[in-house]
């Protein structure tokens, strides 16, 4: 696996005041460039909600989660929530790239110690979960235009509004009825999903 390892801050024993690059919380969403809270407020914003422990445990994210665990941190004057390990990673070591995933060595994604994440291919994510014996029920089983990552991402885009069963199942190019199913949680269950990495 073609794991990218972002270079880590020299010292994360205390969160870091003022990222060592400054990132604008708007490059947390594609197309969407507000002008937003200073760098620095938003780390000291965000370890509020953080139990760090020692170095090398996991950090876990106290404050609001989704259904799969990954922590709910909201941008951009509180009009995006944001996945807090992604947050994490990008108050840590920069923005993350283009067709790059978040994805964690230690598979929690409650999890937001930046030592436990890495950057990864989608590729990466549904190899390493194959390797691992992981690849979900759902996506052997399922209609295959669909992975856990778009059923995530179709959850999200339904939860924030503005599109119905109708849209994102043309947009998908998938039957209402598939994303009702997925919607209410009757398919693509949370528990069964294995990948590492995360939109
Ligand atoms: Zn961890």
Known sequence: MSKIQPQLPLDLSEPR????????????????????????????????????????????????????????????????????????FIINFGPIPDGMLVCHHCDNRRCVNPRHLFLGTQKDNMS??????????????????LSYAVVSEIRILYEKGGFTHKSLAKKYGVASATISDLLRGATWKNHERVGLCDL
């Open 17 to 88: 005041k003022k990222p060592v690059q400054v990132v604008s919380m708007g490059d947390l969403v594609e197309g969407r460039r507000k002008r937003g809270p200073k760098p620095k407020d938003i780390a000291t914003r965000f370890w509020k909600k953080v139990k760090r422990g020692e170095p090398d445990e996991c950090w876990e994210w106290t404050g609001a989660t989704w259904a799969d665990g990954a922590g709910q941190f909201y941008v951009n004057g509180k009009e995006t929530v944001e996945k807090a390990y992604r947050a994490s």
């Open 128 to 145: 390493d979960a194959a390797v691992k014996g992981r690849i979900s029920s759902g996506e052997r089983h399922y209609n295959s235009k």
